[in-house]
T-cell receptor, first 107, second 115 residues
């Protein structure tokens, strides 16, 4: 059983929609990362957070340490947001990867 | 400040050849991590190195794979006598080694194809 669970596994949205990807973890972590993997395979680190909320452009990430839950939100989604979004729990230098959410935004 | 650099970005090797993958960490970072992503699978940890030391190699296959991070120069992931099952994307990440140990920055990856 993976200790970092993401939902949904696949998500299709229309351009302009508000998107939420969820991540739950069952282990104690000191930081949580959200990564974006483009169709070509490259990985971009979107956020690293240990509490509260961070915002970068149309992307917002939140984390609730007590509930062991994080969400990634995309406002006004665009086809170029189509990618796999990976939630990663960090603890003592070890990273535990979720299986990813494949997002497809249709024009 | 340049990010984590990996080269080559694409590498094609025939079965039995050796593959060498390089990772240059971000400036000031002394810790390097290697991850492998097999086709249709998630990222899996392979090895964690500091300069001249292997800290954790619990994710490395027992044979044919080795990693080093010398005092000078990039970290090298070496795969000897490659087989088709080694075809994957190999990512490295670096961290400063001080402050938050989980603050890892990812490189763009090397896509290895074994023919």
């Amino acid at each position: 059983k993976n200790e970092v669970e993401q939902s949904p596994q696949n998500l299709t949205a229309q351009e302009g929609e508000f998107i939420t990807i969820n991540c739950s973890y069952s282990v104690g972590i000191s930081a949580l990362h959200w990564l974006q993997q483009h169709p070509g395979g490259g990985i971009v680190s979107l956020f690293m957070l240990s509490s509260g909320k961070k915002k970068h452009g149309r992307l917002i990430a939140t984390i609730n340490i007590q509930e062991k839950h994080s969400s990634l939100h995309i406002t006004a989604s665009h086809p170029r947001d189509s990618a796999v979004y990976i939630c990663v729990g960090g603890s003592q230098g070890n990273l535990i990867f979720g299986k990813g959410t494949k997002l497809s935004v249709k024009p | 400040n340049a990010g984590v650099m990996q080269n080559p970005r694409h590498l094609v090797r025939r079965r039995g050849q050796e593959a060498r993958l390089r990772c240059s960490p971000m400036k000031g970072h002394s810790h390097v991590y290697w991850y492998r992503q097999l086709p249709e699978e998630g990222l899996k940890f392979m090895v964690y190195l500091q300069k001249e030391n292997i800290i954790d190699e619990s994710g490395m296959p027992k044979e044919r794979f080795s990693a080093e991070f010398p005092k000078e120069g990039p970290s090298i992931l070496r795969i000897q006598q490659v087989v088709r099952g080694d075809s994957a994307a190999y990512f490295c990440a670096s961290s400063p080694g001080t402050g938050a140990p989980d603050e890892q920055y990812f490189g763009p990856g090397t896509r290895l194809t074994v023919t």
